[in-house]
């Protein structure tokens, strides 16, 4: 028998009991051992709630208990779920966690931790939800050199894009539908500043490398600016506009980066639509390989919570192989990054389409039938600083998006 205590009962912690308890039967099967639920750590009450007996408010009672061997961490934010983590894994208990924000700022830390003390710190859930990304990367991908991971990681954004673009919707009325579902949160900065997609990239760049890559080595740019007329554009050219998170080299100088890019249908992420997400790996020998699937959600993210622990239940007292060393990888600006832009601009007499094709060494110009009074070029290849330099020449531009060839 295997005894499991959950930190945090909301979305995802009462989601982990629902799936531990209503696949016991598949799960003692498969493992050939019950996983059972002692514990539910939460500051609340719960009345009448089927595991109400389960919920406890002190930690030291958990942590003191020989019976539990695996830990739940599903509280969210780093604190306490860091101090919690660590002292969990410091008495040889193994933690399984969803918490990206913690995985970001401190998880090669508490990989350490746990290899010290013959356990595990096992963290699936925390990039793609119910998709399997990180046990590939750990096991399946460990023979290739790992070229580029290119994602949809947030399923809120990726669901307002797809919104504006179906029903040639504004972004503000789009997100209070959003919020409306239970898809956004009330304060959506994270997800719509790109922030969430940042810290999932920065995690499997750590991966991808075998070093810390830090959050704030990530350049990052959200969806605020996205308009319907983006999209229109979009359409007239057979693309589509989705937030990429992505890690790749440059010439050899490794960046990581989240912004809004047009993809065409040729790329794997152009059908990934709605909610879900999808993770495009470049291994040098196999290729790309694709990940689909609910990114978030109280089940799917519960699952990879409930994979983790059945992994660590079966490796007592091992410590499973993850390649995230505590040192820093250094990565580099994208400024030095080259690629082709779609650049909208205001018609005016000093802002005229021979001019701005001129400027910007364009392959093509844009004019939407409905607008007279603007036009977008496709720009040449050019770097991200020859992009800024060549703008600041310009007054009036009134958006750019990357184009992702």
Not at 60 to 85: H, K, N, Q, R, W
Not at 137 to 142: A, D, E, Q, R, V
Not at 298 to 321: E, F, Q, Y
Not at 384 to 395: F, G, I, P, Q, T
Request: charged share 25%.
């Amino acid at each position: 028998m295997v005894k499991v205590a959950v930190l945090g009962y909301g979305t995802v912690g009462s989601g982990v009991v629902e799936v531990l308890q209503k696949n016991q039967d598949a799960i003692t099967e498969k493992l050939n051992e019950t996983i059972e639920v002692k514990y539910i750590l939460d500051l609340r009450e719960f009345p009448g709630d089927p595991n109400e007996s389960l919920v406890v408010h002190d930690y030291s009672i958990i942590l003191e208990d020989t019976e539990v061997s695996i830990i739940c961490e599903t509280m969210g934010g780093v604190e306490p779920a860091y101090t919690f983590s660590k002292k969990a894994l410091l008495t040889g208990k193994s933690v399984c966690t969803s918490n990206k924000e913690l995985v970001a700022a401190h998880g090669p830390e508490l990989i350490r931790i746990a290899k010290e003390n013959h356990c595990n710190y096992m963290f699936e859930a925390s990039v793609g939800g119910g998709i399997p990304i990180i046990r590939p990367l750990n096991s399946s991908l460990t023979p290739e050199k790992i070229e580029g991971i290119t994602g949809i990681l947030n399923g809120t954004t990726n669901f307002i894009l797809t919104k504006m673009r179906d029903e040639e919707a504004d972004f503000a009325d789009v997100l209070k539908e959003a919020q409306e579902m239970g898809f956004a949160e009330k304060n959506p900065e994270a997800d719509v500043e790109g922030h969430d997609a940042g810290r999932k990239i920065a995690i499997l760049s750590s991966l991808m490398y075998g070093e810390t890559v830090k959050y704030d080595a990530v350049s990052t740019e959200g969806i605020t600016k996205i308009s319907p007329i983006d999209f229109e554009y979009a359409s007239s050219l057979g693309y589509t506009i989705k937030l990429l998170a992505m890690s790749k080299e440059n010439n050899g100088a490794p960046f990581a980066m989240v912004a809004p890019f047009l993809i065409n249908k040729s790329n794997p992420l152009f059908a990934v639509d709605g909610v879900f997400n999808g993770i495009l790996v470049k291994g040098n020998m196999l290729g790309n390989t694709m990940y689909y699937g609910a990114g978030a959600g109280k089940l799917p993210t519960a699952s990879a919570v409930v994979g983790d622990v059945i992994d660590c239940a079966r490796h007592k007292n091992v410590s499973i192989s993850c390649n995230w060393k505590e040192s820093e990888k250094q990565m580099h600006s994208i400024e030095e990054v080259s690629r082709r832009f779609l650049v909208r601009f205001k018609a005016t007499s000093e802002t005229t389409q021979p001019q701005m094709k001129e400027l910007f060494d364009a392959s093509k110009v844009i004019v939407l039938e409905a607008s007279k009074s603007e036009f977008a070029v496709i720009t040449g290849v050019m770097t991200e600083a020859e992009y800024k330099r060549k703008a600041e020449k310009v007054l009036d531009i009134l958006g750019m998006i990357r184009i992702e060839e």
